[in-house]
């Protein structure tokens, strides 16, 4: 029987989704095996049935260079009785699968890390290696290599972000922007930092203190009052979404956000919009103050996930497809596929990297690097003491919108 392997991408979209299973599909192809497109994410591996395409050549070459993903996505997560009773080996032996590749981010990797060790405890001869995405860039791949996805997207934030920006300088106007990130601020501070917006609000900055929607609230103000200071009428607040995950449900529920939640538990974000919550938080404390300011809300999320990926990833992402089959070929499994900073191909054992759950954890910014700080220090706007004076214009008590004093640093 034809060897074959099989491909599911899990989670969101990210741009490059296509490119990597193009890319694996022809590398494959070309050295005789039998190309399996599993739709669903996990689901089918847990199905007595399964959605397939066969991907060949004509497929992949129509597929590698566009957005979104050719194979539909999930976010199920197996339970450990889909372990026990139903994990679809036959599928495996009856299409003689040698490979399983998962394509995904930190929740599709644990998961991969779980069928690792599964396979490895049944003796079942099939290699799992798994591809790296997300438009979060939170997996902890070496030295701060980027997931595959992030700069498309961050090159897509920074399109609209810009625009919004010209808007705020043009119409005197402040906008209050969330961006895409469940748990890390890569995304937000990448697209507020190329644009040189006053505030950058991402959970990481966090280090020292509680985050509340209160400080949020006051760290916007803050930027606001300054510019003023400075004869500025106009600017905009980038804030990840990531904060969401930190407030207490006295803050959500204050705010009258609920949340559903997803097969992995993480409360579902895109189904609230972040930007216009504080926004409305935002007018509320500035109409108290009694200080005039028109503000809006804008949010970037979905439009960035499923875009053309630019010409970095659309590289990237070809070279960790041929990293697959070259990591297959040299006999790894259980891991990622990574690419070092000298180009060279090389597998990230899921083992080595997971927590004491068996889960792969996130990677937050590193808000000690001088590329964070400086950021903070010279392109963001806020109350220092040495403005303390000229605030009182607008506040009795500057000191509260300190940015460095509600961060405790």
């Not at 405890?121 to 997996?139: E, F, G, Q, R």
């Not at 930190?246 to 993480?266: N, P, R, W």
């Not at 006999?331 to 191909?345: E, H, K, P, R």
Request: net charge neutral; glycine share 8%; charged share 20%.
């Amino acid at each position: 029987m034809e060897k074959s392997i099989v491909i599911l991408t899990g989670g969101g979209p990210a741009p490059g989704m296509n490119t990597v299973v193009g890319t694996i599909a022809k590398t494959f192809l070309s050295n005789g095996y039998r190309v399996i497109g599993l739709h669903g994410g996990y689901k089918g591996l847990f199905s007595p049935i399964q959605k397939t395409t066969d991907i060949d050549f004509l497929l992949a070459d129509s597929i590698f260079n566009r957005g979104g993903s050719y194979l539909m996505m999930s976010r199920y997560k197996p339970s450990q009785e889909d372990f026990d009773k139903n994990f679809n080996l036959d599928f495996f032996k009856n299409n003689n699968i040698q490979l399983l590749v998962t394509v995904g981010g930190d929740d599709t990797a644990s998961t991969a890390n779980r069928i690792a060790k599964f396979l490895a405890a049944k003796n079942y001869p099939i290699a799992n290696i798994h591809v790296p995405k997300t438009i979060d860039n939170d997996l902890p791949l070496p030295s701060n290599i980027p997931t595959f996805g992030y700069h498309s997207a961050k090159s897509e934030g920074t399109k609209i972000a810009t625009t919004v920006y010209e808007d705020a300088r043009t119409s005197g106007t402040w906008f209050v922007v969330s961006a895409m990130g469940r748990s890390a601020g890569h995304l937000a501070l990448g697209i507020g930092a190329t644009c040189h917006y006053p505030m950058i609000v991402i959970p990481e900055m966090f280090n020292r203190t509680d985050i509340t929607i209160d400080k949020i609230v006051n760290m916007a103000i803050s930027a606001i009052i300054k510019r003023k200071i400075m004869g500025l009428s106009y600017g905009a607040i980038m804030i990840s979404e990531g904060v969401f995950h930190a407030f207490s449900h006295t803050d959500l529920e204050a705010a009258g956000v609920k949340f559903t939640y997803d097969d992995h538990g993480h409360p579902e974000l895109g189904k609230i919009s972040k930007a216009q919550m504080f926004n409305e938080l935002l007018e509320k404390k500035l109409d108290k103050l009694g200080i005039s300011v028109k503000s809006r809300p804008v949010e970037i999320g979905y439009e960035v996930r499923c875009v053309t990926p630019i010409a970095y990833d659309l590289m990237y992402c070809s070279q960790l497809g041929m990293g697959v089959y070259q990591l297959f070929k040299e006999g790894a499994t259980g891991c990622m596929v990574y690419l070092d900073l000298n180009n060279n191909i090389k597998p990230l054992y899921l083992s080595d990297i997971q927590d004491k759950d068996g889960k792969i954890p996130p990677r937050g910014v590193n808000i000690h690097t001088d590329k964070a700080q400086n950021i903070i220090r010279y392109l963001m706007h806020y109350i220092t003491p040495a403005d303390y004076e000229a605030a009182k214009e607008y506040v009795a008590n500057p000191e509260e919108y300190d940015f460095i004093k509600m961060l405790n640093w």
